[in-house]
């Protein structure tokens, strides 16, 4: 079973943490079942940035982002090469190492 290391974040994991995760389970999911509440203001339907992360390790295991989620990726707030939405990011076979930015482009909190 793969695992998600969450590096730490001083509002979501101030820890980090480390989380089983099921193989096509979204990063997202994961987070949200192990206690990390990352917002997801478009509720997972790729609407949105709120749930942007940067995949540091593993990011080429994970499928090829679509054009709607390079579009809104576009508009993301510290945007990488590595950088993906987590709710369009299913975990493939293969560990991944997750940094949860520091900020959203999001003006109200969700608190989901």
């Known amino acids: 079973m793969p695992q998600i290391i969450f590096l730490p974040n001083d509002d979501l ?4 943490l480390v ?8 990063v997202l999911d994961a987070a949200l079942r ?8 478009c509720e997972k339907s790729c609407a949105c940035t709120t749930c942007h992360i940067v ?3 593993g990011f080429d295991s994970l499928e090829e982002s679509d054009e709607l989620e390079d579009d809104m990726l576009d508009k993301a707030w510290g945007l990488e090469p590595e ?3 987590s709710c369009q990011s299913a975990v493939a076979d ?3 190492v997750v940094e949860i930015p520091k900020y959203t482009i999001n ?6």
């Open 13 to 16: 994991c101030p820890e980090g």
């Open 19 to 26: 989380v089983e995760a099921e193989t096509g389970e979204t």
């Open 34 to 41: 192990s206690g990390i509440d990352i917002e997801h203001a």
């Open 55 to 57: 995949v540091r390790e």
């Open 83 to 85: 950088s993906r939405l």
């Open 94 to 96: 293969e560990d991944l």
């Open 107 to 112: 003006q109200v909190s969700e608190q989901h």
